[in-house]
């Protein structure tokens, strides 16, 4: 404040307002072409559905597994399933679902939005403000959509509250974000790995990591009060099929986001990445081809699946047109019974989770980063 060092005491003083983080949406928003396809309840219930049956596959019991199969939702062909977790998420190609699966969504984004930006490399963390004041400020705008976003409080989850904390501190960033983007551009250490093993890596560590690291709290449509747990995975109340829900803590919402497709765009240079080191280490063991319009790999001693995983559009009976885009009303509530199968664990054990806290879906499984009580 401009005012004399002399002048009377009361009268130096000022108002403070406090702002809410201005996200992602709000400072860099996405096409509207591309949003209007990422907020509809396909896309929606596509993207949840296709990680949940691969995330909860191995714990379910045959009857369940067999009315995702009634229903054309299993993780791949019928008795060939692959999960994405448990014992064999490494060696059972589901790494190649997934690397796969987002490749598809990024080809169809970047139609509806050419210019559609991603990360050559993950954004550093804010400066200290101690020295770099202008810098501080200008991360906490967050002008280019790229800065972390606070952690908040889950008042009935300490744990979640700590974690969250823990994962978007800066030293976390540096003991392994950058320990992460370092290995999987290591030629060395990229020619040892199927692109399975290299997938279902990325997958379960940084990508995980990555959605929550850029996550804000999930804020309820009808009112804007934060929900610390996110929403109840099987509640499609209208309110929750708005733009606004870009909660990158679910995948119901996560792609709305426009953090999800920087990120996304980098794990898929990663790809190429693999290949070049195949390409170095041994050379023409790796083809390429195109599979269901995407540039991708034949099967062969690195590559196991010659029939990635786009759910009913690849394995199962009938399904949706492409991923999310026109399916219509029967194949939403086709999605709907699909999740309710998959979650409907859950729901029996209503009682007992109403006394547990609820986390955000890319949560539930994550360990607290290193370094972090």
Same mark, same amino acid.
């Given at each position: ?9 009361? #009268? ?6 406090? !702002? ?5 949406? $709000? ?8 949003? +209007? ?16 049956? %691969?995330?909860? *596959?191995? /714990? ?15 993780? @791949? ?55 770099? %004041? ?10 280019? @959509? ?7 409080? +889950? ?7 700590? *974690? ?13 974000? $950058? ?12 020619? $040892? ?9 990325? &997958? ?14 999930? %804020?309820?449509?009808?009112? @804007? ?7 109840? $995975? ?27 497709? !920087? ?16 390409? /170095?280490?041994?050379?023409? &063991? ?19 699946? @010659?029939?990635?995983?786009? =759910? ?6 009938? =399904?949706?047109? #492409? ?9 939403? &509530? ?10 409907? =664990? ?28």
């Amino acid at each position: 404040i401009d005012r004399p060092l002399s002048s009377v005491e009361p #009268d130096n003083h000022f108002v403070a307002t406090k !702002r809410a983080f201005p996200e992602a949406h $709000q400072t860099a928003p996405l096409a509207p072409a591309l949003v +209007a396809w990422l907020v509809s309840p396909e896309h929606r219930l596509f993207h949840q559905l296709w990680h949940a049956t %691969r995330d909860k *596959w191995h /714990r379910l019991d045959e009857h369940k597994r067999d009315g995702l199969r009634g229903a054309g939702w299993q993780p @791949g062909p019928r008795d060939g399933e692959r999960a994405a977790r448990g014992r064999r998420k490494h060696l059972n190609g589901s790494g190649e679902d997934f690397f796969f699966m987002h490749r598809h969504m990024l080809a169809h984004a970047r139609r509806l939005q050419p210019d559609l930006p991603d990360w050559t490399r993950l954004p550093l963390p804010s400066p200290l403000l101690e020295y770099d %004041r202008l810098g501080f400020i200008r991360y906490q705008e967050n002008h280019d @959509g790229n800065s972390v976003p606070p952690a908040w409080v +889950a008042a009935d989850d300490d744990e979640l509250s700590q *974690w969250l904390h823990g994962i978007k501190a800066a030293e976390t960033f540096f003991s392994n974000f $950058q320990v992460w983007e370092s290995q999987y551009q290591d030629p060395d250490y990229l020619s $040892q790995l199927t692109l399975g093993q290299f997938g279902s890596e990325v &997958e379960l560590n940084i990508h995980d990591w990555l959605h929550m690291r850029w996550a804000t709290v999930t %804020r309820d449509p009808a009112n @804007g009060m934060p929900v610390t747990g996110d929403r109840n $995975q099987t509640d499609y109340a209208p309110r929750w099929f708005g733009q606004d829900n870009d909660f990158l803590g679910d995948p119901f919402s996560s792609h709305v986001n426009p953090v999800f497709w !920087r990120f996304h765009g980098w794990l898929d240079d990663r790809i190429e990445d693999w290949y070049r080191a195949h390409e /170095r280490a041994h050379p023409g &063991e790796v083809q390429r081809r195109e599979v269901n319009g995407v540039p991708w790999f034949a099967p062969g001693r690195w590559v196991q699946v @010659g029939d990635p995983w786009l =759910g009913p559009l690849t394995h199962g009976c009938g =399904g949706i047109a #492409d991923a999310g885009g026109g399916a219509g009303e029967m194949e939403v &509530e086709a999605m709907k019974l699909a999740l309710r199968i998959a979650f409907s =664990g859950e729901e029996d054990a209503a009682d007992l989770l109403r006394r547990t806290p609820r986390r955000p879906w890319y949560a539930r499984h994550m360990r607290m980063p290193k370094g972090q009580s």
